[in-house]
């Protein structure tokens, strides 16, 4: 019961855009791929759908290719947007709906519902190409998730939301993940990752470099930094000429490699150093992601 790619390639001319791209996201996962632009994903995401045919390996959703399934089985959240600007939202919505196999009327009542939970039954009769940006974004997420798919494919969807908007979509998300949605996201923002995803797969220059369940990832990475509540000065009179001491929002780092973390704890104390704080800090997924990638995104 999972959604499996199998030593999936393709090129396009003598171009390879993923190379013997192998991973497994069993039924009510979320699972993330990142990776810098141009790296593969979205041509990745297109072979998931069968927009685009892989030259070689095999897609699977439950042991068999998706094309074999129900109509309505997928969701999807293009990148680009994918609506008609000059049509009203809800006979939009309900025609997304319709070509998923529901009915007017169902689909109706489920986009008028969604509608509803993102906070904007106001928007019905508008026409989509005047709403603001994150609106339309909210409308694309609709048209996702309206037919009720088991398989949700989703790129970047919080570009363009703001702050209460993300928070909201995060919500959505996690609604989807309890009603136990297998979901593939894809996202720059590798703190949303991090929240929202139980596993990822690192995709640099067309293969994956890295994949597995987020937490045993993180959990894997010794700590790098150690984080102290003390008077900076002096923390730099116990440490070593020259080690790198940054101060931040009050905060004293250290990085692990500058300083023996539990003989400095030692040495603070015995120093009477008033210490409120002292933590040691593991990277996190977008420090680990720029080491695999070796390149800012
Ligand atoms: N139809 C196509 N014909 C030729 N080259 C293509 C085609 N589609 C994608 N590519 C190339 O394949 C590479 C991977 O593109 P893809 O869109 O999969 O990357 P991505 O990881 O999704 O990037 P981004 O984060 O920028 O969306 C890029 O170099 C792109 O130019």
Request: aromatic share 6%; charged share 25%.
């Amino acid at each position: 019961m999972t959604l499996e790619l199998r030593n999936v390639s393709k090129s396009f001319g003598d171009k390879t855009v993923v190379r013997d791209l192998s991973f497994v996201v069993p039924t009510g996962q979320v699972f993330s791929l990142l990776g810098l632009n141009g790296a593969g994903k979205t041509t990745t995401i297109r072979m998931i759908l069968d927009i685009l045919r892989p030259d070689s390996g095999e897609i699977l959703w439950q042991g068999r290719p998706l094309q074999a399934h129900r109509l309505g089985t997928l969701g999807y959240l293009p990148e680009e947007r994918g609506l008609y600007p000059q049509m009203k939202v809800l006979p939009q919505l309900v025609l997304f709906g319709r070509l998923q196999g529901l009915s007017s009327e169902q689909a109706r009542q489920a986009a008028l519902q969604w509608l509803e939970r993102f906070g904007i039954p106001q928007h019905r009769d508008a026409l989509v190409g005047q709403l603001s940006k994150g609106n339309q974004q909210k409308i694309q997420f609709i048209a996702a998730i309206l037919h009720n798919p088991d398989l949700v494919i989703l790129d970047e969807p919080f570009s363009g939301l703001d702050p209460v908007n993300t928070e909201l979509f995060k919500s959505v998300f996690r609604e989807l993940v309890e009603a136990g949605k297998t979901i593939i996201f894809s996202s720059h923002r590798l703190d949303h990752v991090e929240a929202l995803s139980d596993a990822v797969g690192i995709i640099h220059r067309s293969e994956l470099v890295l994949s597995g369940r987020v937490q045993e990832i993180l959990d894997a990475q010794p700590p790098h930094t150690v984080r102290i509540g003390a008077d900076p000065d002096a923390v730099r009179r116990l440490l070593p000429p020259g080690a790198d001491v940054r101060v931040e929002r009050g905060w004293v780092s250290v990085p692990v490699r500058h300083c023996a973390p539990d003989e400095l704890l030692r040495n603070l104390v015995q120093h009477g150093v008033r210490v409120t704080h002292y933590e040691w800090i593991r990277p996190s997924l977008q420090d680990i992601f720029l080491e695999k990638v070796g390149e800012r995104p």
